[in-house]
């Protein structure tokens, strides 16, 4: 592994510590009065008060190699640069792990076998060379916070565009408690600055900790003692109270996917099966962000079947081929679930058998309203003249073209110049 390699790998092992301590320090909600109702949780409830869909972004954390994510077979670079880790183009019958044709030039590898079905639905859409135009970092920590500030790094801003998206918009829901959900210990940046907007690690087990027979009269000993205090310290406890309250009311431990759906028994796979449940309850949540980490493969690549990187590839496909089914196979609001990564890895293979910080990545998009059943690109080119500074995929499409047009048309919210300020958005013609 190289010197390079070994700084980026200590830089990610702070990361998780550092979000953590900013989003405490960063993601306090704006005071708000509490409604004199609490809303009615209706699971399966056959209609929505709005034509929003509801936004999922699962950020794998760590940096995806996008070149195997949707792997160019087409392109004869790749297997220049990849001599032992690329994945077999489709024709090579020799070889049990090859990647399976999608439209004659790229391919999906054996471990997201899952998703062909959404792909074949025309719901997954896969975004390829993507990535921040004007930043060159390779940075964890710079690339995954310009990304969900959505300013790219030109525009200093302690909000994300989520959050940004939330606070011009009402909520889709009148008086809704709940609009914003991270499911991590610290509120993602992307969702900073967004109204009734919380971090929750595990919504099925929201609330005090300690002794069930004594949560009550402890809740009721918090009430108390912050209403006799004033704004915005009374107003946040009450609010935290009350979502407990209705988070309790949804039976994220007992629900049960539709459509023969089934989730694996991982972190990743409860958030999006509390995710399906949470939609379902129509209550007024809009966004909800999951992180999914592990992807910073400097060494052992892993793109075999028992591979680290097949591995994380298959969870992540199998879990949102999940979730598709789940939220498709039964009446339930419509859904926009966007997979993104701070950067791709280098095109060419280290000699730990692995690939370092790279640039241009690949991102998904998977709904109810996606035109899918395609890889939108503008393709570079993998051979030595064509890379960035002579090794990495080059960014031809930003990652706002695609936030941007879901943003307007399934959320919305045509108020663009202040989700991504600084920044004019070319729609690639990603939504229905």
Same mark, same amino acid.
């Given at each position: ?51 929003r869909d509801v936004l999922v972004c699962v950020f794998l954390r760590g940096a995806a190699d996008g ?45 997201? /076998?899952?998703? =062909?079905?959404?792909?074949? +639905?025309?719901? !997954? ?7 921040? #135009? @004007? ?94 205090? /004033?704004?915005? =310290?009374?107003?946040?406890? +009450?609010?935290? !109270? ?7 009311? #949804? @039976? ?115 709904? @109810? ?64």
């Amino acid at each position: 592994m190289n010197p390079e390699a070994c700084t980026g790998c200590a830089e990610y092992s702070e990361l998780s510590r550092r979000g953590f301590l900013q989003a405490a320090a960063g993601a306090g909600a704006a005071a708000a009065v509490l409604p004199a109702w609490l809303p009615r949780v209706a699971l399966a409830e056959s209609h929505r008060s709005s034509m929003r869909d509801v936004l999922v972004c699962v950020f794998l954390r760590g940096a995806a190699d996008g070149l195997t994510m949707c792997v160019p077979h087409g392109d004869s670079g790749y297997y220049a640069a990849r001599p032992t880790i690329a994945v077999a183009r489709p024709d090579q019958t020799t070889i049990s792990s090859r990647c399976i044709d999608l439209d004659g030039f790229f391919g999906l590898p054996p471990a997201m /076998a899952p998703l =062909l079905p959404a792909y074949t +639905d025309e719901k !997954l859409l896969i975004v390829h060379a993507c990535g921040i #135009i @004007n930043s060159d970092t390779r940075s964890h920590f710079d690339a995954q916070r310009f990304i969900e500030s959505g300013t790219g790094g030109e525009i200093p801003t302690a909000s994300g565009w989520l959050g940004r998206h939330l606070a011009v918009t009402g909520p889709s829901r009148p008086g809704s408690l709940l609009r914003g959900v991270g499911i991590s210990m610290g509120l993602q940046r992307s969702l900073y600055g967004g109204p009734s907007t919380i971090a929750v690690p595990d919504l099925a087990n929201f609330g005090l900790a300690g002794a069930q027979s004594t949560v009550a009269a402890r809740q009721e000993v918090l009430r108390t003692m912050h209403d006799q205090v /004033a704004d915005p =310290l009374r107003s946040t406890s +009450d609010i935290t !109270l009350a979502t407990i309250d209705l988070l309790r009311q #949804i @039976n994220f431990s007992t629900y049960q996917p539709a459509g023969g759906a089934t989730y694996q028994n991982v972190a990743f796979a409860t958030a999006l099966k509390s995710t399906a449940a949470l939609i379902k309850a129509d209550i007024g949540v809009e966004a909800v962000a999951i992180d999914y980490t592990g992807w910073d493969t400097h060494a052992n690549h892993g793109t075999a079947a028992g591979g680290w990187l097949y591995n994380l590839l298959y969870t992540l496909s199998y879990n949102l081929a999940a979730f598709y089914r789940d939220m498709t196979a039964a009446t339930a609001p419509n859904f926009v679930v966007l997979v993104m990564s701070e950067f791709g890895r280098r095109v060419a293979q280290n000699g730990s058998g692995g690939t370092d910080h790279g640039h241009g990545g690949a991102m998904l998009a998977l709904g @109810n309203a996606i035109r899918g059943g395609r890889v939108v690109r503008d393709w570079p080119g993998l051979h030595t003249d064509q890379l960035f500074e002579g090794l990495d995929l080059q960014v031809t499409i930003d990652y706002r073209d695609i936030l941007a047009e879901i943003v307007q048309f399934r959320l919305g919210n045509y108020e663009l110049g202040t989700v991504f300020p600084g920044y004019d958005a070319t729609f690639r013609g990603v939504t229905i």
